[in-house]
């Protein structure tokens, strides 16, 4: 079997999460339930329960993962769950992973976990770096910033967060205010296939077709590091995880219709179709036309061309109202 062998997702019929999970959607036919996630801790937290609870799967796709407190902290539980039978997938975007090649494929060395690079350069580090990137720049500059943590295929975490200290409120100088959804119920397949579309992507690679791994983890030895590192920063690890999840966060979701709009991985014709708008911009432009009454954009990036401000000027003049915070 090639290193690009197809996979494919599949749910756990059998563990608590996903039986919870499955039992509170049947009451709910044709919605899905969801949860705000608005502080960092919060979410730390509940990926940390999510990785205790799952009993078959984990699929995380990220475009940053930092390696700091947190980062070691959320690689060595996701090593723990890979230990007790859990098969771990991880994406990567390649923007990221300069330099840490062989750490990372020592992770990956482990028999239950899977890591796979997005759009790699040829040269990994340094100047040929570079001008890898600058000589390839159409194909390089394309890059996966979607974010997703999935466990049993039965709940997710989806939204604006990167994995780093500063995404979970406890880097002591700096912090980024993003927000997620945590999701169950039949939006879940829908962030699985987006994982699986970026995961069997031909711009995909295995880790270890990169690099060798840099030699092996000691999982006690890494995870016992990684709890004192982010204890020091102010996370206090739940007692009780996996019962996070099942006594706290799905009785409290909130049920309602939901889909998920996303970026495939373009093709090989895509790669030079850089002006061609993509399905999150034609649904974007497709609620902002349906607004009557009123627009909130809330943004870290606000950036509107021209025919978005002439787009703005007519919803102005029919009277709707638009805020924006940025």
């Known amino acids: 079997m090639s290193l690009?062998?197809?996979?494919?997702?599949?749910?756990?019929p059998d563990g608590v999460l996903a039986r919870e999970a499955a039992a509170l959607a049947a009451l709910h036919p044709g919605q899905s339930g969801v949860l705000l996630l608005d502080t960092g801790i919060e979410a730390l937290r509940q990926r940390d329960a999510l990785i205790e609870a799952a009993a078959r799967t984990i699929d995380a796709q990220y475009y940053i993962w930092n390696s700091d407190a947190s980062g070691r902290y959320l690689a060595a539980r996701l090593l723990a769950a890979a230990e007790r039978g859990v098969r771990v997938r991880i994406i990567l975007d390649?923007?990221?992973?300069?330099?840490?090649?062989?750490?990372?494929?020592?992770?990956?060395?482990?028999?239950?976990?899977?890591?796979?690079?997005?759009?790699p350069t040829a040269a990994r580090q340094g100047f040929l770096r570079l001008v890898g990137f600058i000589s390839d720049f159409s194909r390089l500059n394309r890059r996966m910033h979607n974010k997703s943590f999935t466990a049993d295929g039965a709940v997710t975490i989806v939204g604006g967060?990167?994995?780093?200290?500063?995404?979970?409120?406890?880097?002591?100088?700096?912090?980024?205010?993003?927000?997620?959804?945590?999701?169950?119920?039949?939006v879940v397949s829908d962030v699985g296939a987006g994982f699986e579309a970026f995961w069997?992507?031909?711009?995909?690679?295995?880790?270890?077709?990169l690099a060798a791994?840099?030699?092996?983890?000691?999982?006690?030895?890494?995870?016992?590091?990684?709890?004192?590192?982010?204890?020091?920063?102010?996370?206090r690890v739940p007692d009780d995880l996996p019962g996070e999840v099942v006594a706290r966060t799905l009785p409290s979701l909130l049920w309602a219709p939901a889909r998920l709009v996303f970026d495939a991985p373009p093709t090989a014709d895509e790669i030079e179709a850089s002006d061609a708008a993509q399905p999150v911009a034609q649904e974007l432009r497709r609620v902002v036309a349906g607004a009557r009454r009123e627009i909130l954009v809330e943004s870290a990036y606000f950036i509107l061309g021209d025919e978005s401000l002439e787009q703005v000027a007519r919803l102005h003049s029919a009277g709707v109202q638009i805020r924006a915070l940025t």
């Open 4 to 12: 690009l062998a197809m996979t494919t997702a599949f749910a756990n």
């Open 94 to 119: 390649d923007i990221n992973a300069a330099g840490r090649d062989e750490a990372i494929a020592r992770l990956a060395a482990h028999p239950n976990v899977q890591v796979r690079i997005y759009n």
């Open 161 to 186: 967060r990167n994995v780093g200290d500063e995404y979970f409120d406890l880097d002591p100088e700096m912090n980024f205010r993003d927000r997620e959804l945590l999701a169950a119920g039949p």
């Open 200 to 209: 069997n992507s031909t711009w995909t690679r295995p880790v270890e077709s």
């Open 213 to 235: 791994a840099d030699g092996e983890l000691d999982i006690l030895e890494v995870l016992t590091a990684a709890v004192g590192e982010v204890t020091a920063l102010g996370y």
